[in-house]
């Protein structure tokens, strides 16, 4: 046979690449010298350019509520690590159960993981994994390490095409054992990285306050999704086997750990609020009490609209967040402003700047015309990276309606950058500077967000 160089090239290109998706492995911060000084820093440029990059070609998941609850619990493990306050957690709208971490510190965890959980410790153990994979550099020294191995491919390519140019036979066996040679190396250094983000995880997980058994529970109950025929295999048993060395290692790990740990009431509304979002997941895991059976009915009436079929189930009245917002939104959407003024109002104290309050309370000041008082709650909030999408919807209306035009145009430029759509906040920003109503105090605003495009 004759291999032509561009076919060698073609070849080595399409080769797979090992990535970071949900792991589930941990050792003692076995960070290599040279990586040393770039673990206490995650670039925060990277991380902005990638969330705001998932956010706008990857089906995130926008509601205030649940990106609330995802950053709390997020942000209760890393704070234990060297990367806390620099991870951003995301949920992909997505059945497949996966989860995965990216080079600059935002993980993302599917939908279908979520609902495949049976405790809030199995799911904290993933994030924890994902935590690990941030603070230990994976990505970074997988990358690196790939680099090393494509480089000394390239080498034994080329002696292969010199080699086959004399003996076609001879050519070929080079290039196809330095091709092998080469994913075995880094199949072998991602399973080393799989186990020390066990053992850091499940460090993680047992400090943040709970069980660390939730590591193993989950990893076995992957093992057995991998062993049933009729199932459909995860992307991340696709791309990273479960070994019996790990599956015993992290349950050994577990074992000396504390075997208690909260679980919070927050992860169970989260789960069914997920689960009423996607229809077409039918998974039900564990038992549920009287009221969670209740707001899971809910959730399957609000995915239809069906608002006054909310009501009957939960009536008008609620002291959990989780059915106090649905019950708000419920009323919005039957037009009863007046009660979801009356629910929400008492706790905006309780939640102070906290946007799955402030979205559906401004939503039924607008729909009484009372524009001004839905502004002063709104322009009071300042925005972060994870603020939901849905907020700046809502900011825009309002602003607009209640007359600050130039806000309006800041908070349409704000939602445009978080999906990371520069150039088009840019023209925006732009534009509302020239407008002849813009205050001074909008103008300044305005400048400030365009020096840092």
Known sequence: MRLSATLILLTLLA?????????????????????????????????????RKLRGQY?????????????????????????????????????????????????????????????????????????????????????????????????????????????AEVGGAIITTAM????????????????????????????????ASGMPDFMEKLDRMNDNPHAQLTKYLQSHPLSIERLSDTRSRANRLSRHGRESVDYLYAREKIRGLDRQNRVVVGKKSPALIKYAQAQKHMARAQYRAVLQVLGTRAHRLPEMLTIAKALNGSRQFEQTIAL??????????????????????????????????????VPTEQTSLEFFEVKQEVARMSGHIGDAYIAVAERNIR????????????????????????????NALLSRL
Do not use: C
């Not at 066990?198 to 306050?209: E, K, T």
């Not at 990371?420 to 300044?444: D, I, N």
């Open 15 to 51: 080769m797979p690449t090992a990535h970071a998706k949900l792991d589930l492995d941990i050792s003692d911060l076995n960070i290599p010298v040279g990586y040393a000084s770039g673990r206490s820093t995650v670039n925060h440029q990277k991380r902005l350019k990638i969330m």
């Open 344 to 381: 929400l109002k008492p706790h905006t104290r309780t939640y102070i700047g906290e946007p799955a309050l402030l979205v559906p309370l401004s939503r039924a000041l607008m729909g009484l015309g009372r524009m001004d008082e839905a502004w002063r709650y709104l322009s009071k909030y």
């Open 180 to 211: 092998a040679t080469q994913q075995h190396n880094i199949l072998s250094f991602s399973r080393e990285m799989e186990s020390e983000a066990d053992r850091v995880g499940i460090r993680l997980l047992s400090q943040a306050g709970f069980r």
């Open 419 to 446: 999906i990371g759509q520069l150039e088009r906040a840019k023209r925006q920003l732009e534009q509302a500077a020239k407008l002849p109503s813009v205050s001074l105090y909008e103008l300044g605003k305005i």
């Open 59 to 167: 089906p995130i998941i926008e509601d205030p509520e649940l990106n609330r609850w995802i950053r709390n619990l997020g942000n209760k493990i890393a704070r234990y690590s060297s990367v806390r306050n620099k991870v951003h957690f995301l949920i992909a709208r997505n059945s497949e159960v996966n989860a995965f971490a990216t080079e600059g510190g935002v993980i993302v965890i599917h939908s279908g993981l979520i609902l495949h959980t049976s405790s809030e410790s199995e799911l904290a153990a993933v994030i924890a994994h994902e935590i690990a994979h941030v603070s230990q550099l994976h990505i970074t020294r997988l990358k690196a390490t790939s680099k090393r191995q494509l480089m000394g491919t390239g080498a034994a390519v080329l002696a292969g095409i010199l080699a086959g140019s004399k003996n």
